[in-house]
């Protein structure tokens, strides 16, 4: 199922950028007190009653300015309020209703999306404002005063959202299949691989970069078994995005990498790798995806013997941030390799979902302290009691060790390293929990 997606909308400095940083639990969005600073959309993952969703910070929507910038603010939050799921409406207890928030309201409510009407600034503690209750004017039911500052009553603001998203699915014949994200860059082919790997004409395929909007699914069935292959838009440079739909693209494929549990991160054989490469791979790494690293085009790169070793070894540099993830050299217009490239999807879905029991686990880990030493300080040494697994996609393991500190990068590297030699872990990331724990 599509993760959900959140908007969080209303008229300039209401605290919509304050109240979507307090709701992720990170500093993403500038705050500042002068109206317009947010432009672009925010978005980020967050979580409430064990369901997960996207949240998307819009800018300010000035619903009858004719200023450049206040328009193309408006029509980004357009593009957000079409593809959420629930709409949250941010207002001003200390301002009161304006005109803009009526015009706004009057807005949200002919797109006939879930709306939360959010009353922030509520600062003090006890019984709401009087002008709390002037809000029942915008006919959006009851309002939920909250305090994006201090935090009081976001909790009530995720409880009326998580009411109103959509139902998750229930269990259907889709859940065996693979979901697969196909990103990269505009114009590496990955509508053309999807089409080859379904063995039809099912997206439109051009030179133009950019010819991919919508993240679209494709179940594909075979002897290799069942997948969901998700066509994503080109991730491009945020300087070169221009056109607005194309600004609506990027939510939409950073969505489907979300939703998906292996990526395919194509690279184009005949311009090499490139900045841009790097920033797509890092948004699956970064979600703790099976990646696989898909050369396209290698059909039209002048090669001889030593070609792919040499082409390979670049990219391993290259990618070096994510050196588990396998290198595979196709063709989407021939059709060379992508039965391989079917077996490697499975395989690294598999990876991804491996669970180590704690016994063998530890075995791992007292050898590893046989090899190579725990770090010291002043004197301190490292003691790691004991590592066992918490969860899969990615594998997470926890370790419970005296003291945290002691615990260096580069001694992390080392045991995640050992960890791979003896259990594979081929194609997908790994995350390491330290837990501190007294030695009694």
């Not at 002897?223 to 300087?239: E, M, P, Q, V």
Request: aromatic share 8%; net charge neutral.
């Amino acid at each position: 199922m599509p993760t959900p997606i959140v908007a969080i909308v209303g008229r300039p400095n209401v605290g919509k950028s304050t109240l979507f940083n307090k709701l992720t639990g990170q500093r993403l969005a500038i705050v500042d007190d002068r109206p317009g600073v947010t432009r672009d959309r925010l978005y980020a993952p967050c979580e409430w009653l064990n369901r997960r969703f996207l949240l998307v910070d819009t800018g300010g929507i000035e619903p009858y300015s004719d200023d450049v910038i206040l328009s193309q603010m408006r029509r980004q939050a357009n593009f957000a309020i079409e593809s959420a799921d629930v709409i949250v409406l941010v207002t001003d207890v200390r301002a009161g209703v304006v005109a803009s928030d009526m015009d706004v309201a009057a807005m949200l409510l002919k797109s006939g999306k879930p709306l939360v009407l959010c009353v922030n600034k509520c600062d003090t503690v006890g019984d709401v404002p009087a002008e709390y209750y002037e809000f029942y004017n915008l006919g959006l039911g009851d309002p939920v005063a909250v305090s994006s500052v201090h935090g009081h009553g976001t909790g009530d603001l995720l409880d009326e959202v998580i009411a109103r998203l959509p139902a998750e699915a229930e269990e259907n014949t889709e859940d065996d299949a693979i979901r697969v994200a196909v990103i990269g860059k505009p114009n590496v082919g990955k509508s053309s691989l999807v089409n080859a790997l379904c063995g039809e004409e099912r997206m439109l395929v051009s030179d133009i970069a950019g010819t991919t909007r919508d993240a679209a699914d494709t179940p594909v069935e075979n002897r290799h078994g069942r997948f969901i292959f998700i066509d994503t838009a080109g991730l491009r440079r945020k300087s070169r995005v221009e056109d607005k739909i194309e600004k609506y693209s990027v939510l939409r494929a950073v969505s489907a990498v979300e939703r998906a549990t292996v990526c395919v991160i194509m690279i184009d054989a005949l311009e090499g790798f490139t900045e841009q490469d790097s920033k797509v791979a890092g948004i699956a790494h970064e979600a703790g995806k099976a990646c696989i690293i898909a050369v396209n085009k290698w059909d039209a790169y002048e090669k001889d013997g030593k070609t792919m070793d040499a082409y390979r070894k670049k990219l391993m540099n290259d990618f070096s941030f994510m050196s588990y993830a396998p290198i595979i050299f196709i063709s989407a217009k021939t059709g060379q390799r992508l039965d391989r490239l079917f077996e490697l999807i499975r395989f690294v879905d598999d990876q991804n979902a491996v669970r180590i029991p704690t016994g063998r686990l530890n075995q791992v880990l007292a050898d590893a302290e046989a090899r190579v030493q725990p770090p010291t300080d002043k004197g301190k040494r490292l003691k790691i009691y004991y590592m066992t697994q918490a969860s899969t996609r990615p594998p997470t393991f926890v370790a419970f060790v005296n003291k945290a500190e002691l615990f260096h990068y580069s001694y992390q590297r080392y045991l995640d390293n050992q960890i791979r030699e003896v259990f594979g872990l081929e194609g997908t990331p790994t995350r390491l929990v330290i837990r501190e724990r007294s030695e009694k």
